[in-house]
Protein backbone atom coordinates (compact mmCIF):
# COMPACT_ATOMS: atom_id res chain seq x y z
CA UNK A 1 0.00 0.00 0.00
CA UNK A 2 1.06 3.50 -0.44
CA UNK A 3 2.56 5.54 2.37
CA UNK A 4 -0.18 8.41 3.46
CA UNK A 5 2.24 11.72 2.90
CA UNK A 6 2.57 14.13 5.88
CA UNK A 7 -0.38 16.63 5.60
CA UNK A 8 0.82 20.71 7.44
CA UNK A 9 -1.79 22.85 7.78
CA UNK A 10 -0.66 26.59 7.06
CA UNK A 11 -2.54 29.20 9.29
CA UNK A 12 -3.14 32.53 9.27
CA UNK A 13 -3.79 36.04 7.86
CA UNK A 14 -2.87 38.92 7.10
CA UNK A 15 -2.24 40.46 3.22
CA UNK A 16 1.66 41.77 4.64
CA UNK A 17 2.38 37.58 5.25
CA UNK A 18 1.74 36.35 1.95
CA UNK A 19 5.31 35.99 0.42
CA UNK A 20 5.91 34.24 3.54
CA UNK A 21 2.69 31.96 3.27
CA UNK A 22 4.09 31.66 -0.59
CA UNK A 23 7.67 30.38 0.71
CA UNK A 24 6.49 28.03 3.30
CA UNK A 25 4.09 26.17 0.91
CA UNK A 26 6.96 25.73 -1.41
CA UNK A 27 8.92 24.76 1.40
CA UNK A 28 6.35 21.96 2.75
CA UNK A 29 6.16 20.91 -1.14
CA UNK A 30 9.52 20.36 -2.25
CA UNK A 31 9.91 18.04 1.42
CA UNK A 32 6.93 15.86 0.19
CA UNK A 33 4.40 17.51 2.57
CA UNK A 34 0.61 17.77 1.14
CA UNK A 35 -0.18 21.30 2.34
CA UNK A 36 -3.61 22.20 3.89
CA UNK A 37 -5.10 25.78 4.70
CA UNK A 38 -9.12 26.73 5.72
CA UNK A 39 -8.74 27.84 1.64
CA UNK A 40 -9.71 31.32 1.40
CA UNK A 41 -7.89 34.14 0.77
CA UNK A 42 -4.49 36.16 1.71
CA UNK A 43 -2.44 33.57 3.74
CA UNK A 44 -4.84 30.33 3.36
CA UNK A 45 -4.22 31.01 -0.46
CA UNK A 46 -0.53 31.48 -0.78
CA UNK A 47 0.72 28.90 0.71
CA UNK A 48 -1.67 26.40 -1.29
CA UNK A 49 -0.19 28.86 -4.48
CA UNK A 50 3.47 27.97 -2.77
CA UNK A 51 3.15 24.38 -2.78
CA UNK A 52 1.09 24.03 -6.17
CA UNK A 53 3.68 25.85 -7.76
CA UNK A 54 5.98 23.75 -6.49
CA UNK A 55 4.20 20.48 -7.83
CA UNK A 56 2.74 19.61 -4.23
CA UNK A 57 -1.06 18.85 -3.44
CA UNK A 58 -3.00 20.91 -1.66
CA UNK A 59 -6.31 21.00 -0.12
CA UNK A 60 -8.47 23.64 1.08
CA UNK A 61 -11.32 22.78 4.30
CA UNK A 62 -13.63 25.65 3.22
CA UNK A 63 -16.04 27.57 5.98
CA UNK A 64 -19.06 27.69 3.76
CA UNK A 65 -20.95 25.68 1.74
CA UNK A 66 -20.08 26.19 -2.05
CA UNK A 67 -16.79 24.51 -3.74
CA UNK A 68 -15.82 27.96 -5.33
CA UNK A 69 -15.81 29.36 -1.78
CA UNK A 70 -12.44 27.83 -2.24
CA UNK A 71 -9.26 30.29 -3.86
CA UNK A 72 -7.82 28.61 -7.49
CA UNK A 73 -4.50 26.74 -5.35
CA UNK A 74 -6.84 23.84 -4.04
CA UNK A 75 -6.73 20.50 -5.69
CA UNK A 76 -9.23 19.25 -3.46
CA UNK A 77 -11.86 21.37 -1.68
CA UNK A 78 -13.28 20.10 1.88
CA UNK A 79 -16.64 22.18 2.04
CA UNK A 80 -17.15 22.11 5.64
CA UNK A 81 -20.44 24.02 5.84
CA UNK A 82 -19.63 24.87 9.60
CA UNK A 83 -18.50 28.29 9.89
CA UNK A 84 -15.54 29.33 12.00
CA UNK A 85 -16.12 25.36 13.42
CA UNK A 86 -14.07 24.20 10.07
CA UNK A 87 -10.85 25.99 12.70
CA UNK A 88 -11.01 22.51 14.23
CA UNK A 89 -10.96 20.59 11.15
CA UNK A 90 -7.99 22.36 9.83
CA UNK A 91 -5.60 22.60 13.07
CA UNK A 92 -6.82 19.09 13.45
CA UNK A 93 -5.86 17.86 9.71
CA UNK A 94 -2.42 18.68 10.12
CA UNK A 95 -0.04 15.92 11.59
CA UNK A 96 1.63 19.74 12.35
CA UNK A 97 1.04 23.34 11.78
CA UNK A 98 2.68 26.28 10.74
CA UNK A 99 1.20 29.73 11.65
CA UNK A 100 1.79 32.85 9.06
CA UNK A 101 1.11 36.01 10.94
CA UNK A 102 -2.91 35.83 12.18
CA UNK A 103 -5.58 37.00 14.47
CA UNK A 104 -8.44 35.44 16.19
CA UNK A 105 -9.62 32.47 14.36
CA UNK A 106 -5.59 32.08 13.76
CA UNK A 107 -5.45 32.06 17.27
CA UNK A 108 -8.74 29.60 17.63
CA UNK A 109 -6.86 27.16 15.77
CA UNK A 110 -2.99 27.08 17.31
CA UNK A 111 -5.53 26.60 20.41
CA UNK A 112 -7.22 23.70 19.34
CA UNK A 113 -3.96 22.13 17.21
CA UNK A 114 -2.27 22.36 20.76
CA UNK A 115 -5.66 20.84 22.90
CA UNK A 116 -5.53 17.54 20.00
CA UNK A 117 -1.32 17.44 20.59
CA UNK A 118 -0.60 18.49 17.06
CA UNK A 119 2.75 20.13 16.72
CA UNK A 120 2.57 23.86 16.10
CA UNK A 121 5.43 26.45 15.26
CA UNK A 122 4.03 30.34 14.84
CA UNK A 123 6.29 32.11 12.32
CA UNK A 124 7.55 35.82 13.72
CA UNK A 125 5.04 38.28 13.04
CA UNK A 126 2.12 35.89 14.06
CA UNK A 127 0.26 35.58 17.61
CA UNK A 128 2.70 35.32 20.61
CA UNK A 129 0.99 32.17 22.79
CA UNK A 130 2.79 31.16 25.72
CA UNK A 131 4.24 27.42 25.15
CA UNK A 132 3.90 27.70 21.19
CA UNK A 133 7.49 27.13 19.58
CA UNK A 134 8.20 30.16 17.54
CA UNK A 135 10.46 30.02 14.14
CA UNK A 136 12.48 32.76 12.54
CA UNK A 137 12.45 32.24 9.07
CA UNK A 138 9.45 29.75 6.90
CA UNK A 139 12.97 27.31 6.36
CA UNK A 140 13.17 26.78 10.20
CA UNK A 141 9.09 26.57 10.65
CA UNK A 142 9.52 24.09 8.11
CA UNK A 143 12.35 22.12 9.87
CA UNK A 144 10.55 22.18 12.91
CA UNK A 145 7.97 20.66 12.07
CA UNK A 146 8.91 18.11 9.63
CA UNK A 147 11.09 17.29 12.82
CA UNK A 148 7.99 17.38 14.87
CA UNK A 149 6.06 14.78 12.49
CA UNK A 150 9.17 12.21 12.22
CA UNK A 151 9.05 11.78 16.02
CA UNK B 1 -43.63 39.80 25.21
CA UNK B 2 -41.11 38.77 27.36
CA UNK B 3 -37.32 40.00 26.74
CA UNK B 4 -34.76 37.65 26.65
CA UNK B 5 -32.50 37.46 29.65
CA UNK B 6 -28.63 37.98 29.36
CA UNK B 7 -26.77 34.89 28.59
CA UNK B 8 -23.18 34.83 30.30
CA UNK B 9 -20.86 32.04 29.24
CA UNK B 10 -18.21 31.71 31.87
CA UNK B 11 -15.21 28.97 30.24
CA UNK B 12 -12.29 27.72 32.08
CA UNK B 13 -11.13 24.91 33.59
CA UNK B 14 -8.77 23.72 36.66
CA UNK B 15 -10.12 22.49 40.24
CA UNK B 16 -8.22 25.44 41.26
CA UNK B 17 -10.38 28.10 39.90
CA UNK B 18 -13.51 26.51 40.93
CA UNK B 19 -14.25 28.54 44.07
CA UNK B 20 -14.08 31.80 42.07
CA UNK B 21 -16.00 30.14 38.80
CA UNK B 22 -18.98 30.11 42.05
CA UNK B 23 -18.57 33.22 42.98
CA UNK B 24 -18.79 34.31 39.06
CA UNK B 25 -21.62 32.08 38.55
CA UNK B 26 -22.97 33.26 41.84
CA UNK B 27 -23.21 36.92 40.69
CA UNK B 28 -24.16 36.78 37.33
CA UNK B 29 -27.90 34.88 38.59
CA UNK B 30 -27.60 37.54 41.14
CA UNK B 31 -27.62 40.55 38.47
CA UNK B 32 -30.37 38.43 36.24
CA UNK B 33 -28.00 36.41 33.67
CA UNK B 34 -28.51 33.36 32.08
CA UNK B 35 -25.21 30.80 33.14
CA UNK B 36 -23.84 28.99 30.05
CA UNK B 37 -20.96 26.61 30.09
CA UNK B 38 -19.38 23.88 28.46
CA UNK B 39 -21.37 21.60 30.92
CA UNK B 40 -18.62 19.34 32.37
CA UNK B 41 -16.84 19.48 35.36
CA UNK B 42 -14.84 21.93 37.25
CA UNK B 43 -15.17 25.49 36.25
CA UNK B 44 -17.91 24.50 34.34
CA UNK B 45 -19.43 22.89 36.96
CA UNK B 46 -18.76 25.08 39.28
CA UNK B 47 -20.33 28.10 37.65
CA UNK B 48 -23.44 26.68 37.00
CA UNK B 49 -23.40 25.31 40.80
CA UNK B 50 -22.94 29.15 41.99
CA UNK B 51 -25.92 30.31 39.73
CA UNK B 52 -28.34 27.97 40.74
CA UNK B 53 -27.96 28.28 43.71
CA UNK B 54 -28.47 31.53 43.81
CA UNK B 55 -31.84 30.95 41.80
CA UNK B 56 -30.55 31.17 38.60
CA UNK B 57 -30.97 29.43 35.15
CA UNK B 58 -28.33 27.38 33.85
CA UNK B 59 -27.84 25.92 30.13
CA UNK B 60 -24.92 23.26 29.87
CA UNK B 61 -23.50 23.36 26.28
CA UNK B 62 -21.82 19.65 26.12
CA UNK B 63 -19.58 18.44 23.53
CA UNK B 64 -21.00 14.60 23.43
CA UNK B 65 -23.71 12.77 22.60
CA UNK B 66 -25.84 12.06 25.63
CA UNK B 67 -27.70 14.49 28.05
CA UNK B 68 -26.21 12.52 31.00
CA UNK B 69 -23.03 14.11 29.99
CA UNK B 70 -23.67 17.11 31.50
CA UNK B 71 -22.76 18.10 35.17
CA UNK B 72 -25.65 18.24 37.79
CA UNK B 73 -26.25 22.37 37.86
CA UNK B 74 -27.52 22.39 34.40
CA UNK B 75 -31.02 23.40 34.20
CA UNK B 76 -31.14 22.97 30.34
CA UNK B 77 -28.81 20.83 28.64
CA UNK B 78 -27.68 21.36 24.86
CA UNK B 79 -26.13 18.19 23.45
CA UNK B 80 -23.68 19.19 20.57
CA UNK B 81 -22.29 15.86 19.28
CA UNK B 82 -19.32 18.03 18.27
CA UNK B 83 -16.42 17.60 20.59
CA UNK B 84 -14.52 20.66 20.73
CA UNK B 85 -16.00 22.43 18.06
CA UNK B 86 -18.56 22.83 20.59
CA UNK B 87 -16.21 25.38 21.80
CA UNK B 88 -17.79 28.10 19.27
CA UNK B 89 -21.44 27.62 20.52
CA UNK B 90 -20.34 28.34 24.16
CA UNK B 91 -18.58 31.38 23.00
CA UNK B 92 -20.87 32.97 20.60
CA UNK B 93 -23.92 32.08 22.92
CA UNK B 94 -22.79 34.34 25.21
CA UNK B 95 -24.09 37.87 24.98
CA UNK B 96 -20.41 38.12 26.95
CA UNK B 97 -17.99 35.51 27.91
CA UNK B 98 -16.33 35.59 31.35
CA UNK B 99 -12.94 33.53 31.59
CA UNK B 100 -11.86 31.62 35.05
CA UNK B 101 -8.99 29.73 34.64
CA UNK B 102 -8.57 27.17 31.72
CA UNK B 103 -6.09 26.12 29.30
CA UNK B 104 -6.42 25.15 25.26
CA UNK B 105 -9.85 24.42 25.09
CA UNK B 106 -10.60 27.96 26.71
CA UNK B 107 -8.10 30.10 24.73
CA UNK B 108 -9.82 28.67 21.53
CA UNK B 109 -13.42 29.83 23.33
CA UNK B 110 -11.36 33.44 24.08
CA UNK B 111 -10.37 33.75 20.07
CA UNK B 112 -13.73 32.79 18.97
CA UNK B 113 -15.69 35.02 21.12
CA UNK B 114 -13.13 37.64 20.04
CA UNK B 115 -13.62 36.87 16.43
CA UNK B 116 -17.46 37.31 16.99
CA UNK B 117 -17.46 40.36 18.84
CA UNK B 118 -18.49 39.02 22.22
CA UNK B 119 -17.51 41.26 25.02
CA UNK B 120 -14.41 38.99 27.26
CA UNK B 121 -12.93 39.32 30.44
CA UNK B 122 -10.43 37.19 31.69
CA UNK B 123 -10.12 37.08 35.53
CA UNK B 124 -6.56 36.81 36.69
CA UNK B 125 -5.10 33.46 36.69
CA UNK B 126 -6.81 33.01 33.40
CA UNK B 127 -4.82 32.62 29.69
CA UNK B 128 -3.01 35.93 29.12
CA UNK B 129 -4.44 37.16 25.69
CA UNK B 130 -3.28 40.38 23.96
CA UNK B 131 -6.19 42.74 23.58
CA UNK B 132 -8.58 40.96 26.18
CA UNK B 133 -9.51 43.06 29.06
CA UNK B 134 -8.55 41.59 32.71
CA UNK B 135 -10.43 41.57 36.21
CA UNK B 136 -9.18 40.89 39.25
CA UNK B 137 -12.45 39.98 41.07
CA UNK B 138 -15.49 37.84 40.39
CA UNK B 139 -17.24 41.04 41.08
CA UNK B 140 -15.00 43.15 38.84
CA UNK B 141 -15.54 40.95 36.14
CA UNK B 142 -19.32 40.59 36.14
CA UNK B 143 -19.34 44.33 36.53
CA UNK B 144 -17.49 44.53 33.32
CA UNK B 145 -18.89 42.09 31.60
CA UNK B 146 -23.04 43.82 32.37
CA UNK B 147 -21.42 47.08 31.49
CA UNK B 148 -20.30 45.21 28.24
CA UNK B 149 -23.66 44.11 27.75
CA UNK B 150 -25.70 47.25 28.34
CA UNK B 151 -24.01 49.21 25.42
CA UNK C 1 -31.04 19.26 43.60
CA UNK C 2 -33.41 19.98 41.15
CA UNK C 3 -34.82 17.35 38.50
CA UNK C 4 -34.02 18.51 34.75
CA UNK C 5 -37.43 19.02 32.85
CA UNK C 6 -37.74 16.71 29.82
CA UNK C 7 -36.94 18.70 26.74
CA UNK C 8 -38.37 17.81 23.63
CA UNK C 9 -37.46 18.75 20.12
CA UNK C 10 -40.09 20.07 17.53
CA UNK C 11 -38.45 20.24 13.82
CA UNK C 12 -40.08 20.59 10.74
CA UNK C 13 -41.33 23.70 8.21
CA UNK C 14 -43.99 24.45 6.20
CA UNK C 15 -45.95 27.45 6.51
CA UNK C 16 -49.11 25.24 6.52
CA UNK C 17 -48.16 23.42 9.39
CA UNK C 18 -48.06 26.47 11.49
CA UNK C 19 -51.14 25.75 13.63
CA UNK C 20 -50.21 22.60 13.86
CA UNK C 21 -46.35 23.61 15.51
CA UNK C 22 -47.91 25.92 17.99
CA UNK C 23 -50.26 23.12 19.42
CA UNK C 24 -47.67 20.85 19.59
CA UNK C 25 -45.51 23.35 21.44
CA UNK C 26 -48.58 24.25 23.72
CA UNK C 27 -49.46 20.75 25.13
CA UNK C 28 -45.73 19.75 25.40
CA UNK C 29 -45.18 22.80 27.62
CA UNK C 30 -48.57 21.57 29.60
CA UNK C 31 -46.80 18.72 30.37
CA UNK C 32 -44.06 20.16 31.91
CA UNK C 33 -41.14 19.90 28.56
CA UNK C 34 -39.00 22.69 28.08
CA UNK C 35 -39.08 23.04 24.40
CA UNK C 36 -36.51 22.81 21.78
CA UNK C 37 -36.54 24.41 18.16
CA UNK C 38 -33.70 25.29 15.17
CA UNK C 39 -35.03 28.44 16.49
CA UNK C 40 -36.14 30.34 13.23
CA UNK C 41 -39.71 30.76 11.29
CA UNK C 42 -42.33 28.83 10.43
CA UNK C 43 -42.73 25.72 12.63
CA UNK C 44 -39.42 26.38 14.55
CA UNK C 45 -41.29 29.98 15.43
CA UNK C 46 -44.77 28.55 16.68
CA UNK C 47 -43.91 25.36 18.09
CA UNK C 48 -42.01 28.06 20.90
CA UNK C 49 -44.95 30.34 20.97
CA UNK C 50 -47.41 27.77 21.70
CA UNK C 51 -45.20 26.30 24.81
CA UNK C 52 -44.01 30.27 25.84
CA UNK C 53 -48.21 31.05 25.70
CA UNK C 54 -48.54 28.13 27.99
CA UNK C 55 -45.93 29.09 30.46
CA UNK C 56 -43.45 26.51 29.56
CA UNK C 57 -39.76 27.55 28.70
CA UNK C 58 -38.21 27.56 25.23
CA UNK C 59 -34.83 27.05 23.35
CA UNK C 60 -33.78 28.35 20.29
CA UNK C 61 -30.48 26.29 18.87
CA UNK C 62 -29.69 28.76 15.89
CA UNK C 63 -27.02 27.60 13.03
CA UNK C 64 -25.73 31.55 12.64
CA UNK C 65 -23.61 33.16 14.69
CA UNK C 66 -25.93 36.22 16.21
CA UNK C 67 -28.65 35.76 19.17
CA UNK C 68 -30.95 37.99 16.94
CA UNK C 69 -30.92 35.45 14.60
CA UNK C 70 -33.52 33.53 16.60
CA UNK C 71 -37.60 34.77 16.68
CA UNK C 72 -38.81 36.35 19.41
CA UNK C 73 -40.38 33.29 21.38
CA UNK C 74 -37.34 31.93 22.45
CA UNK C 75 -36.65 32.21 26.38
CA UNK C 76 -33.02 30.97 25.61
CA UNK C 77 -30.81 31.25 22.33
CA UNK C 78 -27.87 28.77 21.94
CA UNK C 79 -25.40 30.41 18.78
CA UNK C 80 -23.71 27.88 16.93
CA UNK C 81 -22.03 29.04 13.83
CA UNK C 82 -22.34 25.71 12.59
CA UNK C 83 -24.84 26.29 9.38
CA UNK C 84 -26.74 23.02 8.71
CA UNK C 85 -24.55 21.22 11.22
CA UNK C 86 -26.78 22.80 14.22
CA UNK C 87 -29.49 20.09 13.34
CA UNK C 88 -27.22 17.68 14.54
CA UNK C 89 -27.61 19.73 17.91
CA UNK C 90 -31.38 20.32 17.92
CA UNK C 91 -31.83 16.60 17.22
CA UNK C 92 -29.50 15.39 20.00
CA UNK C 93 -30.93 17.58 22.71
CA UNK C 94 -34.44 16.52 22.53
CA UNK C 95 -35.20 13.61 25.12
CA UNK C 96 -37.50 13.04 22.08
CA UNK C 97 -38.17 14.75 18.87
CA UNK C 98 -41.46 15.32 17.14
CA UNK C 99 -41.22 16.29 13.94
CA UNK C 100 -44.38 18.49 11.76
CA UNK C 101 -44.46 18.90 8.87
CA UNK C 102 -40.54 19.80 7.41
CA UNK C 103 -38.26 18.86 4.54
CA UNK C 104 -34.34 18.49 3.79
CA UNK C 105 -33.32 19.68 6.76
CA UNK C 106 -36.03 17.94 9.03
CA UNK C 107 -35.07 14.51 7.22
CA UNK C 108 -31.63 15.50 8.47
CA UNK C 109 -32.60 15.80 12.22
CA UNK C 110 -34.80 12.91 12.11
CA UNK C 111 -32.05 10.19 10.96
CA UNK C 112 -29.82 11.85 13.55
CA UNK C 113 -32.29 11.41 16.21
CA UNK C 114 -33.07 7.79 14.69
CA UNK C 115 -29.21 7.66 14.70
CA UNK C 116 -28.82 8.95 18.39
CA UNK C 117 -31.06 6.72 19.83
CA UNK C 118 -33.46 9.74 20.73
CA UNK C 119 -37.04 8.62 20.14
CA UNK C 120 -39.03 10.20 17.29
CA UNK C 121 -42.94 10.64 16.13
CA UNK C 122 -43.49 12.68 12.47
CA UNK C 123 -46.76 13.79 12.91
CA UNK C 124 -49.03 13.01 9.54
CA UNK C 125 -48.19 15.61 6.88
CA UNK C 126 -44.36 15.12 7.70
CA UNK C 127 -41.81 13.19 5.70
CA UNK C 128 -42.99 9.62 5.57
CA UNK C 129 -39.24 7.43 6.88
CA UNK C 130 -39.40 3.69 7.38
CA UNK C 131 -39.16 3.01 10.66
CA UNK C 132 -39.89 6.08 12.69
CA UNK C 133 -43.68 6.14 14.10
CA UNK C 134 -46.81 8.50 12.91
CA UNK C 135 -49.11 10.57 14.84
CA UNK C 136 -52.21 11.76 13.39
CA UNK C 137 -52.80 14.67 15.72
CA UNK C 138 -50.53 16.56 17.89
CA UNK C 139 -52.19 14.87 20.86
CA UNK C 140 -51.06 11.94 19.58
CA UNK C 141 -47.63 13.37 19.37
CA UNK C 142 -47.30 14.54 22.69
CA UNK C 143 -48.54 11.27 24.46
CA UNK C 144 -46.48 9.06 22.57
CA UNK C 145 -43.16 11.15 23.00
CA UNK C 146 -43.87 11.45 27.00
CA UNK C 147 -44.53 8.12 26.96
CA UNK C 148 -41.25 7.01 25.44
CA UNK C 149 -39.30 9.88 27.43
CA UNK C 150 -41.05 7.58 30.61
CA UNK C 151 -40.01 4.17 29.74
CA UNK D 1 -3.85 26.91 -13.54
CA UNK D 2 -5.14 23.08 -12.97
CA UNK D 3 -8.86 22.33 -13.39
CA UNK D 4 -9.85 20.84 -10.21
CA UNK D 5 -10.91 17.44 -10.87
CA UNK D 6 -14.70 16.12 -9.98
CA UNK D 7 -15.35 14.76 -6.20
CA UNK D 8 -17.55 12.21 -5.64
CA UNK D 9 -18.41 11.40 -1.82
CA UNK D 10 -19.72 7.80 -1.85
CA UNK D 11 -21.48 7.27 1.90
CA UNK D 12 -23.38 4.50 2.56
CA UNK D 13 -22.69 1.54 5.18
CA UNK D 14 -22.91 -2.72 5.29
CA UNK D 15 -20.65 -5.15 4.66
CA UNK D 16 -22.89 -6.76 1.93
CA UNK D 17 -22.18 -3.37 -0.29
CA UNK D 18 -18.74 -3.36 0.07
CA UNK D 19 -18.69 -4.93 -3.61
CA UNK D 20 -20.93 -2.70 -4.99
CA UNK D 21 -18.39 0.23 -3.20
CA UNK D 22 -15.77 -1.17 -4.81
CA UNK D 23 -16.96 -1.14 -8.25
CA UNK D 24 -18.48 2.52 -7.58
CA UNK D 25 -15.25 3.71 -6.47
CA UNK D 26 -12.97 2.04 -9.51
CA UNK D 27 -15.82 3.54 -12.12
CA UNK D 28 -15.23 6.98 -10.54
CA UNK D 29 -11.86 6.56 -10.64
CA UNK D 30 -11.51 5.49 -13.84
CA UNK D 31 -13.51 8.40 -15.24
CA UNK D 32 -11.53 10.91 -13.52
CA UNK D 33 -13.13 11.91 -9.94
CA UNK D 34 -11.48 11.87 -6.94
CA UNK D 35 -13.43 9.42 -4.43
CA UNK D 36 -14.94 10.85 -0.90
CA UNK D 37 -16.40 9.42 2.29
CA UNK D 38 -16.57 8.98 5.63
CA UNK D 39 -13.14 7.51 5.85
CA UNK D 40 -14.40 4.75 8.52
CA UNK D 41 -15.13 1.03 6.99
CA UNK D 42 -17.27 -0.76 5.04
CA UNK D 43 -18.54 1.42 2.56
CA UNK D 44 -16.34 3.52 3.42
CA UNK D 45 -13.77 1.59 3.03
CA UNK D 46 -14.64 -0.19 -0.01
CA UNK D 47 -14.88 2.74 -1.65
CA UNK D 48 -11.59 4.33 -1.30
CA UNK D 49 -10.13 1.07 -2.32
CA UNK D 50 -11.72 0.66 -5.44
CA UNK D 51 -10.57 3.88 -6.79
CA UNK D 52 -7.13 3.71 -5.56
CA UNK D 53 -6.47 0.26 -7.03
CA UNK D 54 -7.67 2.44 -10.09
CA UNK D 55 -4.94 4.75 -9.59
CA UNK D 56 -7.35 7.63 -8.25
CA UNK D 57 -7.16 9.92 -5.90
CA UNK D 58 -9.21 9.28 -2.30
CA UNK D 59 -10.13 11.80 0.75
CA UNK D 60 -11.26 10.54 4.31
CA UNK D 61 -13.48 13.08 6.22
CA UNK D 62 -13.02 11.17 9.66
CA UNK D 63 -15.66 12.30 12.52
CA UNK D 64 -13.04 11.53 15.11
CA UNK D 65 -9.45 13.48 16.52
CA UNK D 66 -6.78 10.95 14.84
CA UNK D 67 -5.92 10.52 11.32
CA UNK D 68 -5.54 6.77 12.29
CA UNK D 69 -9.09 6.99 12.58
CA UNK D 70 -9.05 6.77 8.86
CA UNK D 71 -9.05 3.41 6.45
CA UNK D 72 -5.87 2.44 4.84
CA UNK D 73 -7.29 3.66 0.94
CA UNK D 74 -6.87 7.21 2.17
CA UNK D 75 -4.73 9.47 0.44
CA UNK D 76 -5.39 12.22 2.32
CA UNK D 77 -7.37 12.50 5.48
CA UNK D 78 -9.54 15.34 6.81
CA UNK D 79 -9.78 15.15 10.44
CA UNK D 80 -12.87 17.02 11.88
CA UNK D 81 -13.30 16.30 15.17
CA UNK D 82 -16.98 17.20 15.01
CA UNK D 83 -18.68 13.48 15.12
CA UNK D 84 -21.87 12.95 13.29
CA UNK D 85 -21.73 16.48 11.60
CA UNK D 86 -19.17 15.48 9.90
CA UNK D 87 -21.60 13.70 7.75
CA UNK D 88 -22.92 17.54 6.53
CA UNK D 89 -18.96 18.00 5.22
CA UNK D 90 -18.83 14.22 3.39
CA UNK D 91 -22.44 15.39 1.58
CA UNK D 92 -20.71 19.16 0.95
CA UNK D 93 -17.72 18.11 -0.49
CA UNK D 94 -19.00 16.02 -3.17
CA UNK D 95 -19.57 17.56 -6.63
CA UNK D 96 -22.33 14.49 -6.29
CA UNK D 97 -22.95 11.91 -3.98
CA UNK D 98 -23.85 8.41 -4.86
CA UNK D 99 -25.47 6.25 -1.87
CA UNK D 100 -24.55 2.31 -1.90
CA UNK D 101 -26.81 1.11 1.04
CA UNK D 102 -26.55 2.87 4.60
CA UNK D 103 -28.73 3.50 7.19
CA UNK D 104 -29.37 6.66 9.50
CA UNK D 105 -26.27 8.26 8.86
CA UNK D 106 -26.70 7.76 5.09
CA UNK D 107 -30.01 9.35 5.10
CA UNK D 108 -28.83 12.18 7.26
CA UNK D 109 -25.74 12.77 4.33
CA UNK D 110 -28.69 12.56 1.46
CA UNK D 111 -31.00 15.22 3.22
CA UNK D 112 -27.51 17.42 3.39
CA UNK D 113 -26.64 16.69 0.09
CA UNK D 114 -30.50 17.76 -1.35
CA UNK D 115 -30.86 20.66 0.89
CA UNK D 116 -27.24 22.02 -0.30
CA UNK D 117 -28.04 21.12 -4.28
CA UNK D 118 -25.62 18.50 -4.87
CA UNK D 119 -26.86 15.87 -7.20
CA UNK D 120 -27.16 12.60 -5.62
CA UNK D 121 -28.03 8.67 -6.72
CA UNK D 122 -29.04 5.88 -4.77
CA UNK D 123 -28.11 2.66 -5.40
CA UNK D 124 -30.79 -0.21 -5.29
CA UNK D 125 -30.60 -1.58 -1.77
CA UNK D 126 -29.79 2.19 -0.26
CA UNK D 127 -32.26 4.11 1.75
CA UNK D 128 -35.34 4.70 -0.57
CA UNK D 129 -35.64 8.62 -0.46
CA UNK D 130 -38.79 10.55 -1.92
CA UNK D 131 -37.35 12.94 -4.88
CA UNK D 132 -34.08 11.18 -5.27
CA UNK D 133 -32.96 9.19 -8.35
CA UNK D 134 -32.12 5.07 -8.02
CA UNK D 135 -29.86 3.65 -10.18
CA UNK D 136 -29.65 -0.03 -10.82
CA UNK D 137 -26.24 -0.75 -10.85
CA UNK D 138 -22.40 0.86 -9.86
CA UNK D 139 -22.46 1.82 -13.58
CA UNK D 140 -25.91 3.69 -14.16
CA UNK D 141 -24.98 5.36 -10.69
CA UNK D 142 -21.71 6.41 -11.94
CA UNK D 143 -22.48 7.48 -15.39
CA UNK D 144 -25.92 9.66 -13.66
CA UNK D 145 -23.55 11.76 -11.15
CA UNK D 146 -21.39 12.30 -14.44
CA UNK D 147 -23.88 13.80 -16.30
CA UNK D 148 -25.11 15.91 -13.37
CA UNK D 149 -22.08 17.40 -12.83
CA UNK D 150 -21.73 17.79 -16.12
CA UNK D 151 -24.54 20.02 -16.45
Given at each position: M???RPQVSVIGSGSRHEATALEVGRLLAERGCVVITGGLDEVMAWALRGAREAGGT????????LHADANEWADHVVVTGIGHARNLAV?????????????????????FAMRLGRPVVVLEGGPAVEGVPRAAS????????LEAIAR
Open positions: TVRTIAIVPGEAASGDAVVAVGGSWGTLAEIAPAEAVDLV
